[in-house]
């Protein structure tokens, strides 16, 4: 009677020595004197190049899914970059328009300015006729509704990271299904070519699986942290633009002036 943990461990075995066929096979064909030119297209058929067309289709979705993951994230970075998000000729005009008590034009520059400090101070400027409570409560509302709008597109790269590993799994467990079928129809002989073959698969969507993740995870990481640190930052600056505005303050607009700005 075969003994039941026999079966994982002549699994193992099996594994191990198609592993061994599958890396060993490149330097038999350079002993037999295979040119380097030769080595080298095998390398590039090994990463990107596969005779299983599902193999070919798995592993060009995932060149694709990498390619289109770092190009995001360089898009993300450029976007979400300090100038971009807190710029300081915004913040130092609307410091100088309301020092001047220029109401109507700095409400007017912040309804203008798309960025998130612009659109912070553009919410609160809007609630200075309620005070200046009213006017704290519009930047933590605005705040907030700006920061979800920034952190959605950056859920592209999470999914991109998740399900990538995914994809490559897939092609792991196709891969290694050929190899078993490839073992069995020939009977427990089989070509150590063709046992290659769906062990190549498995290996090769495995690997682009990664080289998808671990790029679009971190970035992920990297560019959430930015925008949580730029987003915290934007929420004191616009609370120090609208200082002015707080009761007790020398200078501090009146209900009547904040609801019908000074003329120049």
Known sequence: MTDASAVPNRLTRLLTAALALLITTPLIAQEDGAASDDSEKSFFQAFFLSDDPIGLGITWLLIVM?????????????????????????????DALIGEKQYREAIDLADDDPTYIGQLASGALAEASNGYGAMERAIEEVGDAETTKMLRPIEYLNVLGNISPMIGLFGTVYGMILAFQQL????????????????????????????????????????????????????????????????????????????????D
């Open 184 to 263: 069995v129809a020939s009977g427990g002989s089989p070509d150590p070519a063709e046992l290659a073959a769906g062990i190549s698969t498995a290996l090769v969507t495995t690997f682009w699986g990664l080289v998808v993740a671990i790029p679009a995870l971190t970035c992920y990481a990297l560019i959430r942290n930015r925008v949580d640190a730029l987003t915290t930052e934007g929420l004191l600056l616009a609370e120090d633009i609208i200082r002015p505005f707080k009761p007790g303050k020398k200078g501090a607009p009146t209900k009547s002036a904040k609801a019908t700005p000074q003329p």
């Open 66 to 94: 990498s390619m289109a993951s770092i190009g995001f994230a360089i898009h993300l970075l450029i976007k979400y970059r300090r100038s971009a998000v807190l710029p300081l000729e915004t913040i130092d005009e609307l």
